[in-house]
């Protein structure tokens, strides 16, 4: 699986946009990009995931560059109980496992 | 439909007992992952097992560890003769189907080894 590069930590305000930033320059062609996050002593959570297209669900959206080397993934909205490690994770779909790196401490602030 | 479900929630072992931590997937789903995260380091894929299978155990340790999933009931991390480096917290996830895609996790069971 390819290697991601996120910031250690991000701040963002309550209420504004979070743009959180992912590099995955090696990223191969049937690599897609799976965003989680993990609130404070909780289990990872799902966020959202793609190949090479923009995605969008109820919680975030994923842009994808079109070369495929970073993407980032926006929070709209964020609320404080939006402050969480969020993960960015390249992987195969049926590669089974999930490989965490540090993920990025992302503190949204009132 | 209740999530993935782990107990217990806390589990507290001396050194050389044996640690038994359950697991059970949501409805209808029979892809289980364990992972594991050590104070202050990230997640770490332990095992992958569809029912009574083992499918990737490459993050295992080579002793003392072993996992199953049988046809009926939950899915069990079984740590055997337990030493204070296995002091963790160990998360399930599951998944519908072999894609992996969108895995849901468990709260956890935080073992402590005094």
């Known amino acids: 699986d390819a290697k991601t590069t996120q910031p250690p930590s991000m701040d963002c305000a309550e209420g504004r946009a979070a743009n959180l930033p992912c590099n995955h320059s090696?990223?191969?062609?049937?690599?897609?990009v799976y965003w989680y996050r993990q609130i404070h002593s909780q289990g990872p959570q799902y966020i959202i995931h793609g190949l090479k297209n923009n995605e969008t669900n109820e919680m975030a959206s994923l842009i994808i560059t079109e070369d495929r080397k970073s993407s980032t993934l926006i929070l709209p909205h964020a609320t404080l109980r939006d402050t969480a490690v969020y993960y960015c994770?390249?992987?195969?779909?049926?590669?089974?496992?999930?490989?965490f790196g540090a993920g990025t401490i992302l503190r949204v602030k009132s | 439909n209740a999530g993935v479900m782990q107990n217990p929630r806390h589990l507290v072992r001396r050194r050389g007992q044996e640690a038994r931590l359950r697991c059970s997937p949501m409805?209808?789903?029979?892809?289980v992952y364990w992972y594991r995260q050590l104070p202050e380091e990230g997640l770490k894929f332990m095992v992958y097992?569809?029912?009574?299978?083992?499918?990737?155990e490459s993050g295992m340790p080579k002793e003392r560890f072993s996992a199953e999933f049988p046809k009926e009931g939950p899915s069990i991390l079984r740590i055997q003769q337990v030493v204070r480096g296995d002091s963790a917290a160990y998360f399930c996830?599951?998944?519908?189907?072999?894609?992996?895609?969108?895995?849901?996790f468990g709260p956890g069971t935080r073992l402590t080894v005094l």
């Open positions: 090696t990223i191969s062609g049937n690599e897609y």
């Open positions: 994770i390249v992987r195969v779909t049926y590669g089974n496992k999930l490989v």
């Open positions: 996830a599951s998944s519908p189907d072999p894609t992996g895609d969108t895995q849901y």
């Open positions: 097992l569809q029912k009574e299978n083992i499918i990737d």
């Open positions: 409805k209808g789903h029979s892809h």
